[in-house]
């Protein structure tokens, strides 16, 4: 697949996610596209890495997957609870869950001590589809303690009690406060009974707390946590902490920020040190506040414990926290360094330069594209409810953001509560933007060399280039973070710095590293491949350093023993290797093939997943469940049971693919750009190919030979095309029977318009063959674009296309595959060709009862541009003249009644 080409399948997928219902089919064309290699993340469901099975590690790969791979690499690992936050992580699932059951709890607890004429308070009114959706300020631990609290009062006083019927109203209003408004339980006074007052005392200040009256809440944590008879003494404690710490996140005065993340560390230290109970919490609590206050303390700490530390309960806390520091300290440092150079640079080198965007807005902008932040937006509206577009109020956020976060910073944004319609729309766009994230998250989803992947929360480095010498000392004093920096760099040392750590700590993360950085021409490449060798089969390090060390045989002209290593490495490697590795070594091999048998031995890949219509990633049994679970009746004018049985229908055909091999896009292109037709038929018919490939290499042969005019070539093979394709019968008998080259060219010309997935090229993935009435004639996808010339390199420059040809290949094989391959591209892309094609057609035989059917399929074809070629194309002129000359000389054929009325002049 060539830039363009990447670009728009990207495109469409975004468009298709944003402008269409699901399963819409008026969105364009749809397809499944095999993953065969994960760049920049491991292999789906992640399971498997994080208990240590790491394949090839790459520079690539997301700074938490390389945290994950340090360990292994220095001979560490992670328990069972620890994979399974690990994999949570990698996914970018939050920390913390939304709280839904807890609230759900709270509501039932509730409803059970209603009186037969009372109702339940309408802020507990349930939302369409079973949920609850006004309660964004207050999180799951509230509404645990308020329903574990309320079953020991009834236990201790019972139901009818007034006293217990009062705390149930006074904590409804507390909770009117997590959606919005500012209702504040009424003071018990001395009537009361001290475990009410005590109580009341505590929902009080949490009423405070979710109305955004920090200091007034503090002020009444305080004074419970210093009451030694309340009940609420130590949990009170705790939330001064919370309380500093929500304020300080609010609050936009930065010295005012600075004190009161200093008091909440305060807090929190003191609270560790005097209660077991909420010690975890507490714990927590100073863990972000050191993230705020203390990052360079923090990122070391972090990167401390990642390394070395197990049995871990805020692991996957710990490894969003570092990868944030992380990027967060490369932006600035990579934006202190431009600024520096600007600085230096004489005026006469000055030009002029579009608007530079900084390092941290561009940060910024990735962290959005790779779904770390979602951004929110709203105009606030005016008194009488309307939109006031002049007070917009745009704000990013943490993916991982509660509602009640977002909420408020809204709130302190505005400077005032927020009317119901305000929050409404917040909410909404913020399930929006988390629906867009679940897309932007799915694993993998860059396209890169044939596969989709994913940057799984890291700074992209695509932009200025971070170097060694840049680093801050305390960014080095941890071996993990100096690791991931040397790793990722492209700095030219880097390949010293690894190698002098390899030696210095014996660390196999560093021999990795130093592999991967060297060259034929680096230096000691000696004693360190001797190193590499002897790494056993059964270190994790092994597939990396196996694939490293193949590379540099075949850089220093040692073929046959990069070949006898990639042999060793794939026998019995099936159960030991992640696919993505599998098929980097059969790609090396393939590389190293002595004949074509050997080539097309390894020339087949089985992906990894499948990227598939709905956006998703997965097996293609898993895309099946995710579409039919995706059955929603606001959108879609189903039954669930019709949903779901057209879904099955679309992936009937295509779930054999899940247990078969697929040509890969680099294998793809050695086929098209260098076997010639004789090269192309033979390898139909090799025993190493199955059935189900054989079949697309014939159908390409045949294909080929009609476009290059080799009616005896086409003429032979039609046999086992047949046997191939018996679907295409009905159309090629006329083919065989035809005696003058004219009526075999339209003959062909005939069966190619009949079936529209028809190419003179190899396709990869899974391949289509449909006919155009199944396809109800919608041809945008149809037929075969023109090999481009052209690519585009990594710095977006449109440079001369080469593909290296296989050595088995003769040059005279290599000669003709070139010829051929110039006739094709001056042939130019399907559609138009066709079309032109068929006007001739009409023109030379108008009496064939086949010319009406074929200008009709040249109508619809050329109605629009084609999907997937290098650009726009289409052919309005021919579209017209087959279109007219349909009208006019068959004014009542069935084909002529299908064309779509005229527009009136």
Known sequence: MNFSRRALAVMLAVLFLLNCAPWARACGPSSIEPVFVFHESPDLPFAEFTRGKIGIVQPGFGRKTLVIAYRYLNGGSFNADEQESLV?????????????EALQAWVSARKEFLRADEKLPEIYAERRGGNYDFFPNCTKNAFEVATATLKERVASYGTEDRNVRDWMVAQDAVFQNCSGGAKIPD????????????????????????SLNFDQARQRFESIAADAESPWQETAHYLVARTLLRQASLTGDQAKKLKLYQRAEAVSQDLMGQSQKFYHAARKLLALVKYRLHPEERVGELARTLANQSGSETLRQDLIDYVWLLDRFEARIVE???????????????????????????????????????????????????????????????????????LQAFEMKLGRKLFDDEAKEIKERHTSSLELRQWLTSPNRKWDNGGLSQYEGDYDRSGDKLKLDQLPEFLRADDLSDWIFTLQTEDPGAYQHALAQWHDTDSHAWLVTALIKAKKTSPNLVGLIRDAERVGRDAPEFPTVAYALVRLRLALGRNEAARKLIDDVLAGAEDLLPISALNQ????????????????????????????????LGSLKDLLRIGKASWDPEYVNQSRAEYEQEIEERYKDVLPWDDRFSFDEETVDI???????????????????PAYLQRELILAAWTRAILLGRDEVATRIVPEVLKAAPEMTPVLHPYLQARTSTEKHYAALFALLKFPNLSPFVTSGIPAF??????????E???????????????????????????????????????????????????????????????????????????????????????????WEQDPETQKQVDAILRERYPTDPWTAKLPPLEPK
């Open 336 to 406: 202190a360094e431009r600024k520096r150079t600007e600085v230096l640079k004489p005026r006469s080198e000055e030009k002029p330069e579009p608007p530079f965007i900084s390092a941290e807005v561009q940060a910024r902008n990735e962290a959005l594209q790779r779904g770390d932040l979602i951004h929110l937006g709203v105009a606030a509206k005016k008194a009488d409810g309307t939109p006031d577009y002049a007070n917009y109020v745009s704000l990013d956020f943490k993916y991982d953001a509660s509602e009640t976060e977002i």
């Open 671 to 689: 086929l098209n750009w260098h076997f010639p037709l004789r090269s192309l038929i033979e390898a139909s018919r090799d025993r190493a190919v």
């Open 770 to 779: 449909s006919t155009a009435e199944q396809l109800d004639y919608y041809l």
């Open 88 to 100: 949570d992580a990698l996914r970018g699932k939050a920390p913390e869950d939304e709280g839904a």
């Open 187 to 210: 003071e018990i006074g001395t009537q009361g009974p001290p475990w009410l007052r005590k109580d009341r005392d505590y929902q009080i200040a949490a009423a405070e707390f979710y």
């Open 781 to 871: 996808s149809a037929w075969w674009c023109r090999l481009p010339n052209t690519e585009y390199n990594t710095k977006g420059e449109e440079v001369a296309r080469t593909i290296a040809p296989p050595g088995f290949l003769t040059r005279e094989q290599l000669a003709g595959a070139e010829r051929e391959r110039s006739r094709l591209i001056s042939i130019g892309d399907a559609k138009s060709y066709l079309g032109k094609q068929v006007l001739e057609w009409a023109q030379v035989a108008p009496e064939d009862p086949r010319v009406p059917e074929a200008l009709f399929i040249a109508a619809r074809a050329n109605e629009s541009y084609k999907y997937g070629c290098g650009g």
């Open 585 to 616: 070594f059969r790609e090396q091999r393939a590389r190293l093939s002595e004949g074509l048998s050997e080539f097309l031995k390894y020339a087949q890949r089985k992906p990894v997943a499948f990227y598939g219509y709905e956006g998703r």
